[in-house]
T-cell receptor, first 114, second 115 residues
Framework: DTGVSQDPRHKITKRGQNVTFRCDPI?????LYWYRQTLGQGPEFLTY????????KSRLLSNRFSAERPKGSFSTLEIQRTEQGDSAMYLC????????????FGQGTRLTVV | AQKVTQAQTEISVVEKEDVTLDCVYE???????LFWYKQPPSGELVFLIR??????QNEISGRYSWNFQKSTSSFNFTITASQVVDSAVYFC????????????FGSGTRLQVQP
């Protein structure tokens, strides 16, 4: 296991379509985070899981967004009825839950809604 | 609420120059963690350093050094003898000690090192 992997790396979709992204965290990590990064900005927190439980969702996460982490392993982030404002880089990170620890990030999925 | 400010949007230096990236943060927590991440053009955020709020010792790692000053709420990052490979966007970030420990990022500083 060499790190956090995300798939796909790039996604172009038409407005109104649904898209789903996948994140495979570092296997020993029980925490998984989703962030969104728009051009020229730092990443912003969207949601996080500890094992399979989704513990918090940011107000940035509209009801068109849903995230899952079945069995506490990989996670998926789905966006329904995409809008042009959803165009961004979606980053996944994983870490341990116990004590202070850095999060390790994947390379992200760049979404373009046309 | 937590906030991280990186006032320098873009810095351009010539190779071998020293450069300092500034970071100022706001938090009401007494215990917190500060981070620096590097984001090269490939997009992946690469962890550089973590510092806890009780440890104000400066740290040096090769050409990189960090200056944490709690009195001014700053956590500045200096690259000595910069190289072209240092060109990237650098993010300062803050997290709480408990709970979600999600990162609050600054807006980043784009560093361009010219040969």
């Amino acid at each position: 296991d060499t790190g956090v992997s995300q798939d796909p790396r790039h996604k172009i979709t038409k407005r109104g379509q649904n898209v789903t992204f996948r994140c495979d965290p570092i296997s020993e990590h029980n925490r998984l985070y989703w962030y969104r990064q728009t051009l020229g900005q730092g990443p912003e927190f969207l949601t996080y899981f500890q094992n399979e439980a989704q513990l918090e969702k940011s107000r940035l996460l509209s009801n068109r967004f849903s995230a899952e982490r079945p069995k506490g392993s990989f996670s998926t982030l789905e966006i329904q009825r995409t809008e042009q404002g959803d165009s961004a880089m979606y980053l996944c990170a994983s870490s341990f839950s116990g004590g202070p620890t850095e999060a390790f990030f994947g390379q992200g999925t760049r979404l373009t809604v046309v | 609420a937590q906030k991280v400010t990186q006032a320098q949007t873009e810095i351009s230096v010539v190779e071998k120059e020293d450069v300092t990236l500034d970071c100022v943060y706001e938090t009401r927590d007494t215990t917190y963690y500060l981070f620096w991440y590097k984001q090269p053009p490939s997009g992946e955020l690469v962890f550089l350093i973590r510092r806890n709020s009780f440890d104000e010792q400066n740290e040096i790692s090769g050409r990189y050094s960090w200056n944490f000053q709690k009195s001014t709420s700053s956590f500045n990052f200096t690259i000595t003898a910069s190289q072209v490979v240092d060109s990237a966007v650098y993010f300062c970030a803050l997290s709480e000690d408990t709970g979600r420990r999600a990162l609050t990022f600054g807006s980043g500083t784009r560093l361009q090192v010219q040969p």
